[in-house]
């Protein structure tokens, strides 16, 4: 009985993990937003370093944001650093995006497409 219990659990788990990656690649926002800043911050743990783009930017009720502009498998994204050069501050762009925006995690929601705003 306690393994059936656990090997529950354990679906259970696999399960919620599979909705979360789903959820969080599947959930389309987009913003038009004027470009402030753009950063590439990267992480070391041992001898592992990896890195991710930031973009920041205001929208049009003048809210500061922030994104990040990375590969993503499910979406099948792989131009994050043409994105991040193509990108110009000061210019407006309409970003979709997925993901959350989770603070205590330092999560960002994920720019996956762009278009620059013209008049």
């Not at 502009?69 to 979709?96: E, H, M, P």
């Amino acid at each position: 009985m306690e393994l059936i219990k656990e090997n529950i659990f354990i679906i259970l788990g696999i399960l919620a993990i599979i909705a979360l990656i789903i959820l969080c690649n599947f959930n389309e926002k987009t913003y038009t937003i004027t470009i402030t800043d753009k950063d590439r911050i990267t992480q070391r743990s041992g001898d592992t370093v990896t890195s991710k783009y930031l973009v920041f930017g205001d929208d049009e009720d003048g809210n500061s944001l922030v994104f990040e502009n990375t590969d993503a498998l499910l979406r099948w994204k792989f131009n994050s650093s043409n994105i991040q050069g193509s990108l110009k501050i000061g210019k407006i762009y309409d970003v979709t995006v997925v993901g959350f925006r989770i603070p205590i995690f330092s999560a960002y929601e994920n720019i996956i497409d762009y278009y620059e705003v013209t008049d």
